[in-house]
């Protein structure tokens, strides 16, 4: 088994190999520019994964994170396609999770409706789909599910979740 990746904060030095992950892993990448403002938020929280020791360290995946209001919105989680299934996108979330220093953290996010391995992911992390976002994904206007962890989706209930509605499978 491979080892669990080191985790530290995402920086600015960091972006030329994330920008180079992004690429490769989505159809509709971030902009650079778009990472830096993330990176500029105080209250966010950005993370990198790396694998190996010294000079051969490379970054193989990253989770950005941003506070509005109450929520933790997760706005990203790459991994590095040859890194897949190797526990990275697991440790970030686990670690972006233990960085939150609040009784009860409220988390959302966006995530393709196909996208079936990550759904699972975030469903092992106690979040429960509480709504869809039609035609949400640029590249092929596939929709996305709206995905939260709250103190009663680990529950497995929705009551603390606004506007919960029923998650419909789009039609084919």
């Known amino acids: 088994m491979t080892a669990p990746p080191d985790i530290r904060r995402l920086t600015y030095a960091d972006l030329p190999q994330v920008i180079a992950i992004e690429r490769r892993a989505f159809p509709t990448p971030w902009s650079l ?3 830096v403002l993330e990176l500029s938020k105080p209250s966010g929280i950005c993370l990198a994964a790396w694998r190996g020791l ?16 109450t929520v933790w919105h997760i706005m990203n989680v790459a991994v590095d396609p040859e890194e897949r299934r190797t526990h990275v996108a697991t440790t970030l979330l686990a670690a972006l999770i233990a960085r939150v220093q609040e009784a009860e953290p409220r988390f959302t996010l966006e995530v393709r409706q196909s996208n079936q391995a990550a759904i699972e992911l975030y469903e092992r992390f106690g979040f429960r ?6 035609r949400y994904y640029q590249d092929n206007g596939e929709d996305a599910l709206i995905m939260w962890r709250t103190p009663m989706t680990l529950q497995g209930r929705l009551d603390d979740v606004p506007d919960a509605g029923p998650v419909m499978p789009s039609p084919s």
């Open 33 to 35: 520019a778009m990472f």
């Open 54 to 69: 010294g000079r051969d360290q490379r970054l193989c995946g990253y989770c950005i994170c941003s506070r509005y209001d």
């Open 129 to 134: 789909s509480a709504g869809m976002r039609r």
